[in-house]
Protein backbone atom coordinates (compact mmCIF):
# COMPACT_ATOMS: atom_id res chain seq x y z
CA UNK A 1 0.00 0.00 0.00
CA UNK A 2 1.16 3.53 -0.78
CA UNK A 3 0.29 6.57 0.56
CA UNK A 4 1.20 10.07 -1.26
CA UNK A 5 1.14 13.03 0.73
CA UNK A 6 1.00 16.42 -1.53
CA UNK A 7 1.53 19.74 0.29
CA UNK A 8 -0.52 22.66 -2.15
CA UNK A 9 1.83 24.50 -4.40
CA UNK A 10 3.07 28.28 -3.28
CA UNK A 11 -0.15 30.44 -2.71
CA UNK A 12 -0.81 34.35 -3.19
CA UNK A 13 -0.36 36.65 -0.48
CA UNK A 14 -0.82 39.97 -2.07
CA UNK A 15 -4.95 39.90 -2.56
CA UNK A 16 -5.97 41.65 0.49
CA UNK A 17 -9.38 40.95 2.07
CA UNK A 18 -9.49 37.04 0.55
CA UNK A 19 -9.65 34.77 3.54
CA UNK A 20 -6.71 32.49 3.95
CA UNK A 21 -9.65 29.76 2.49
CA UNK A 22 -9.55 31.85 -0.52
CA UNK A 23 -6.31 32.35 -1.30
CA UNK A 24 -4.88 31.00 -5.12
CA UNK A 25 -1.40 30.17 -6.01
CA UNK A 26 0.71 32.53 -7.05
CA UNK A 27 2.80 32.67 -10.29
CA UNK A 28 5.46 30.46 -9.08
CA UNK A 29 2.87 27.75 -7.94
CA UNK A 30 1.04 28.39 -11.24
CA UNK A 31 4.19 27.65 -12.84
CA UNK A 32 5.09 24.47 -10.82
CA UNK A 33 1.56 23.07 -11.02
CA UNK A 34 2.43 21.56 -14.46
CA UNK A 35 6.17 20.56 -13.93
CA UNK A 36 5.23 18.64 -10.57
CA UNK A 37 2.52 16.38 -12.01
CA UNK A 38 4.57 15.75 -15.12
CA UNK A 39 6.82 14.71 -12.53
CA UNK A 40 4.23 12.76 -10.17
CA UNK A 41 3.10 11.38 -13.70
CA UNK A 42 6.22 9.34 -14.29
CA UNK A 43 6.15 7.18 -10.91
CA UNK A 44 5.29 4.26 -10.09
CA UNK A 45 2.93 2.75 -7.48
CA UNK A 46 0.30 6.11 -8.31
CA UNK A 47 -2.78 7.26 -6.71
CA UNK A 48 -5.82 5.96 -7.51
CA UNK A 49 -7.65 8.17 -4.96
CA UNK A 50 -7.02 11.53 -4.14
CA UNK A 51 -8.06 13.40 -0.96
CA UNK A 52 -7.99 17.18 -1.09
CA UNK A 53 -8.62 19.99 1.31
CA UNK A 54 -11.21 22.03 0.28
CA UNK A 55 -9.25 25.39 0.37
CA UNK A 56 -8.76 27.17 -3.26
CA UNK A 57 -4.94 26.42 -3.23
CA UNK A 58 -5.25 23.07 -2.19
CA UNK A 59 -8.34 22.28 -4.39
CA UNK A 60 -6.09 23.98 -7.53
CA UNK A 61 -2.66 21.77 -6.67
CA UNK A 62 -5.42 18.60 -6.60
CA UNK A 63 -6.22 19.78 -10.34
CA UNK A 64 -3.11 19.37 -11.40
CA UNK A 65 -2.33 16.00 -9.73
CA UNK A 66 -5.95 14.82 -11.02
CA UNK A 67 -5.32 16.15 -14.54
CA UNK A 68 -2.09 13.42 -14.70
CA UNK A 69 -4.00 10.59 -12.87
CA UNK A 70 -7.84 10.96 -14.86
CA UNK A 71 -8.67 7.86 -13.47
CA UNK A 72 -7.70 8.58 -9.50
CA UNK A 73 -10.93 9.52 -7.52
CA UNK A 74 -10.81 13.01 -6.06
CA UNK A 75 -12.53 13.81 -3.24
CA UNK A 76 -12.36 17.36 -1.60
CA UNK A 77 -13.04 17.29 2.48
CA UNK A 78 -12.80 20.27 4.86
CA UNK A 79 -11.31 18.53 7.58
CA UNK A 80 -8.06 18.80 5.76
CA UNK A 81 -7.96 22.28 5.94
CA UNK A 82 -5.25 23.12 8.17
CA UNK A 83 -5.86 19.56 9.79
CA UNK A 84 -3.22 17.89 12.32
CA UNK A 85 -2.08 14.33 11.68
CA UNK A 86 -4.94 12.67 13.71
CA UNK A 87 -7.65 14.05 10.99
CA UNK A 88 -5.04 13.25 7.80
CA UNK A 89 -4.36 9.50 9.46
CA UNK A 90 -8.46 9.26 9.88
CA UNK A 91 -8.87 10.17 6.58
CA UNK A 92 -6.42 8.03 4.82
CA UNK A 93 -8.08 4.99 6.72
CA UNK A 94 -11.06 5.95 5.36
CA UNK A 95 -10.29 5.44 1.91
CA UNK A 96 -12.29 2.96 0.06
CA UNK A 97 -11.69 -0.97 0.77
CA UNK A 98 -9.97 -1.85 -2.72
CA UNK A 99 -7.52 1.42 -2.83
CA UNK A 100 -3.74 0.53 -3.23
CA UNK A 101 -2.30 3.96 -3.57
CA UNK A 102 -4.13 6.96 -1.68
CA UNK A 103 -2.89 11.05 -2.14
CA UNK A 104 -3.44 13.51 0.12
CA UNK A 105 -3.19 17.22 -0.79
CA UNK A 106 -3.06 19.97 2.28
CA UNK A 107 -1.05 22.59 3.92
CA UNK A 108 1.58 22.79 6.36
CA UNK A 109 2.23 22.07 9.41
CA UNK A 110 0.13 18.64 9.59
CA UNK A 111 1.55 17.78 6.73
CA UNK A 112 4.97 17.57 7.55
CA UNK A 113 4.44 16.51 11.10
CA UNK A 114 2.40 13.35 9.42
CA UNK A 115 5.27 12.58 7.31
CA UNK A 116 7.55 12.77 10.32
CA UNK A 117 5.30 10.87 12.16
CA UNK A 118 4.32 8.14 9.48
CA UNK A 119 7.89 7.03 8.87
CA UNK A 120 9.60 6.87 12.42
CA UNK A 121 12.89 7.80 10.64
CA UNK A 122 11.97 10.62 8.46
CA UNK A 123 12.82 13.77 9.47
CA UNK A 124 12.00 16.49 7.62
CA UNK A 125 11.65 19.86 8.77
CA UNK A 126 9.64 21.41 6.75
CA UNK A 127 7.61 19.88 3.41
CA UNK A 128 7.92 22.76 0.78
CA UNK A 129 4.94 24.04 -1.53
CA UNK A 130 4.27 21.27 -3.77
CA UNK A 131 6.60 18.67 -2.05
CA UNK A 132 5.50 15.04 -2.77
CA UNK A 133 6.31 12.07 -0.36
CA UNK A 134 5.41 8.88 -0.69
CA UNK A 135 5.49 6.03 1.68
CA UNK A 136 5.08 2.25 1.61
CA UNK A 137 3.25 0.35 4.13
CA UNK A 138 2.37 -3.37 4.76
CA UNK A 139 -0.79 -2.82 6.44
CA UNK A 140 -4.14 -2.13 5.22
CA UNK A 141 -5.07 1.65 4.68
CA UNK A 142 -7.84 1.09 7.10
CA UNK A 143 -5.15 -0.27 9.74
CA UNK A 144 -2.27 2.42 8.72
CA UNK A 145 -0.36 3.28 11.99
CA UNK A 146 1.92 6.44 12.84
CA UNK A 147 5.11 4.56 12.54
CA UNK A 148 3.52 2.33 10.13
CA UNK A 149 5.27 3.26 6.93
CA UNK A 150 8.56 4.06 5.38
CA UNK A 151 9.16 6.82 3.13
CA UNK A 152 9.96 5.65 -0.42
CA UNK A 153 10.62 9.30 -2.35
CA UNK A 154 10.39 12.83 -1.78
CA UNK A 155 10.58 15.65 -4.38
CA UNK A 156 10.10 19.14 -4.52
CA UNK A 157 9.73 21.92 -7.13
CA UNK A 158 13.45 23.00 -6.24
CA UNK A 159 15.33 19.76 -5.95
CA UNK A 160 13.01 18.89 -9.72
CA UNK A 161 14.19 22.36 -11.33
CA UNK A 162 18.38 21.81 -10.37
CA UNK A 163 17.86 17.76 -11.79
CA UNK A 164 16.18 19.49 -14.80
CA UNK A 165 19.16 22.03 -15.10
CA UNK A 166 21.61 19.15 -14.71
Not at 21 to 38: S, T, W
Not at 110 to 129: D, F, K, S, V
Amino acid sequence: MHVWLIRHAKSAWSQPGLTDFDRPLNARGERDGPVMADWLSRQSDLPTWIWSSDAVRARTTAGFVHAVLPDAELQTDHRLYHAGPETILNLIRATPQGVNSVAIVAHNPGLTQMCNLLCATARINNLPTFGVTRFETQSTLADLQFGGAEITLLQTPKRLNAETDN
